[in-house]
T-cell receptor, first 113, second 116 residues
């Protein structure tokens, strides 16, 4: 899987929007962009994924740059429960790394009341 | 659905002892993954199975580690003999795999292993 680059940490106030960036300049045409998050003392949980178009679900929105070299996870109104480590992951649809999720260090999001 | 079930949740053992971690994937899922998380190395994939068959075990650190999946509803990760550097949180995850680009992995709560 191609590598991703994320800031080590970000902070937000409760009820405010949060934009978590991810750079993936070596992304290939078949790589999907996945986001997972890990709450304290829990296993990672899926947030959202996309290929080319922006995506929305009940948890978040994913904005993908036109050249696909970067993406942004958007939490529209941060809550205290959103404090977690957020991982941006590229997943290839084939090849020898089939099925693998490569977790980098992620972004530690702190939400202030 | 109960989600991915792991046992035990916590395990404390002494160096040299055998440790067995257990995982029950979500019913209907056909892929199972074992991960290890440490402060130094973060989350790393150890091995994964598809339809009960090991597909990629390149992440297994050494011969002391072994994993089995005798049926679709049960998997074990065994460490024999255990060493203090094996102390970590071990996660099991499962997915219903059709397209590996889009499938979602569901993680269990993890087993915190401490080897004294």
């Amino acid at each position: 899987d191609a590598k991703t680059t994320q800031p080590n940490s970000m902070e937000s106030n409760e009820e405010e929007p949060v934009h978590l960036p991810c750079n993936h300049s070596t992304i290939s045409g078949t790589d999907y962009i996945h986001w997972y998050r890990q709450l304290p003392s829990q296993g990672p949980e899926y947030v959202i994924h996309g290929l080319t178009s922006n995506v929305n679900n009940r948890m978040a929105s994913l904005a993908i740059a036109e050249d696909r070299k970067s993406s942004t996870l958007i939490l529209h109104r941060a809550t205290l429960r959103d404090a977690a480590v957020y991982y941006c992951i590229l997943r290839d649809t084939g090849g020898s790394t089939l099925g693998r999720l490569y977790f980098g260090r992620g972004t530690q999001l702190t939400v202030w009341p | 659905d109960a989600g991915v079930i792991q046992s035990p949740r916590h395990e404390v053992t002494e160096m040299g002892q055998e440790v067995t971690l257990r995982c029950k994937p979500i019913s209907g899922h056909n892929s199972l993954f074992w991960y290890r998380q440490t402060m130094m190395r973060g989350l790393e994939l150890l091995i994964y199975f598809n339809n009960n068959v090991p597909i990629d075990d390149s992440g297994m650190p050494e011969d002391r580690f072994s994993a089995k999946m005798p049926n679709a509803s049960f998997s074990t990760l065994k460490i024999q003999p255990s060493e203090p550097r094996d102390s970590a949180v071990y996660f099991c995850a499962s997915s219903k795999t059709g397209d590996f680009g889009t499938d979602t992995q569901y993680f269990g709560p993890g087993t915190r292993l401490t080897v004294l």
